[in-house]
């Protein structure tokens, strides 16, 4: 029995258009909030964890009714189908309606950023006037309090011991339009855009609620659409896959998940490198791409053809699909059906808690990853972007080994190695990745390299481990509960981490995550089922040779 590539391939073109979405969604739409409202880091994670807190109740329900779909396409393709074009349709107006409130922001900020005038005077939330130099003295005084605004720690490692020294960086900083000297981008920026951001959301956003609220509304609907088919787009893999292959095929729908993540970093890398702030042509570009995917899905995937295929080989090797598998002790008096299903569920549950907890700490990075590329380290979303993508392009070239190492090792140690790259990731941008400087995006894109041959080695190894416990009939329903932990997790850690950045600061991110990623290590230590299995090397029926008998009368 051996790998099917190219039938996995095809089949991970479903994934493809999840990933273009998601990939962009994550790294945009914070930029969209903090830029178009000027959210603080709760109020921006409460709204990101919103989709998940969506994404809880419709991906169990759309997988387990998937399930029990027939139709002449298959269970799962035309959830695939309609999900994807309600998506695409709805999508285009999520920047749109927001669009006069961004100009509003980004006006403001021009009035706030634009310093280098000696005669300017700048009138804040509370009606207080203030010049240049009291504008910057007032952050470096709320930097006491908050390192956002002006982190003392940071100046005081350059040797910059007073107010004084700090102004007289802040008011030479900007030299013309749009010069801006080293100094200034490493000790002022940071603290200056913060303080717009603040601003934009107290004398617009607070006096617009309006705007906010048509927004959310139509995040609400693409967010359903998207959450439609995405249990069934999933649950597409291991209908099509014998359970022992499940590793390598993940391993491959992941890598082809990331080539549709791959389109989505081209499209706001180059979109935002030319106007940092056009989010209505990257919603346009990311909706194409997804149609481009699904005509390409639909052309080369025949849903009902390939799980009878896989149905024929599991047949012929004796691979069985039900909820207590092969591979469990012969039930006796001390080993009953009954006791052997009960502790599959213990680990069942503990799977979906150690998943809980990784996506509890990773999830926190992803959605602040743009948000602390561009406010910490200073960097454009466009370079920021680029740190993300070089980081995730030479971790895919991981997804083949490690699908090959769970065979090797098996799934539970793959995946406790994944946790303890992330840990090792996070800790050492928190020690030495944490402040703008001219060698910062290097160091933080080795260090985050790190955490993304982590996620691969966890995500590849995770989703087979809970379908691994299902029935035939209840991959759907097994997905969705999948999605139940990772959604869960992803609805909550936005505004619990935001909380913490906002008391804190931001470097702060990368305590929290490593710190629920090491109980996700312990929840996996006290799984005992679920692992992967050895391929069957010999067919145990051969139907091939069965039917030729009988056609010629044989037994």
Known sequence: MKFNYKKTIKVGLAFAIIMVFWTMYDYVVPLLLENTFGLSNSMRGLIMG????????????????????????????????????????????VPVSSLTQ???????????????????????????????????????????????????????????NSKEAYLKIALSGRVGDGIITTEYNKFVQSGIDNYASDEVQEKITKHNPATIAIYMVILFFVLVAMATFRSPAVALMPDVTPKPLRSQANA????????????AFIIYTIVLGFNPTNYVLVFILTAAAMLLLLAAFLKLVKEAKLVAECEKICTEYGISDSDVDEDTPALDVDNSEETVRKARFRSFIFILASIFMWFMGYNAVTTNLSIYMTTSLNL???????????????????????????????????????????????????????????????????????????????????????VELSAKNTIGKYTGWYYTATMSAQAITPFLVGLIMDALGNKFLFLYSPVCVVIAIIFMVLVKHGDSKPIPKEKKINLDVQNENSESGGV
């Open 50 to 93: 919103l989709d998940n807190l969506l994404s809880l109740f419709m991906l169990p329900l759309f997988g387990k009714i998937s399930d029990k779909a027939v139709t002449k396409y298959g269970k799962r393709t035309p959830f695939i189908f309609l999900g994807t074009l309600a998506a695409v349709v709805l999508m285009v107006f």
């Open 102 to 160: 961004l100009n509003k922001a980004t006006s403001l900020r021009d009035e706030i950023i634009h310093t280098e005038r000696v005669d300017y005077v700048y009138t804040d939330s509370k009606n207080v006037q203030f010049n240049a130099e009291q504008l910057y003295s007032m952050l470096y005084d709320k930097g006491i309090e908050n390192s956002d605004y002006c982190d003392h720690q940071y100046l005081k490692t350059n040797n910059i």
């Open 252 to 263: 491959m729908i992941n890598l082809v998940g990331g080539a549709g993540g791959a389109i």
């Open 380 to 466: 454009e979303p466009s370079m920021g972007g680029l740190v993300n993508g070089i980081s995730m392009g030479i971790s895919a070239i991981a997804f083949i080994p490690v699908g090959y190492l769970a065979v090797k090792i098996g799934r539970r140690k793959s995946i406790i190695i994944g946790f303890c790259l992330a840990i090792l990731s996070f800790i050492l941008i928190f020690l030495f990745a944490s402040n703008p400087s001219s060698y910062v995006a290097i160091l933080f894109t080795i260090f985050y390299l790190l955490s993304g041959f982590g996620l691969i080695i966890a995500n590849v190894n995770t989703f087979p481990m809970v």
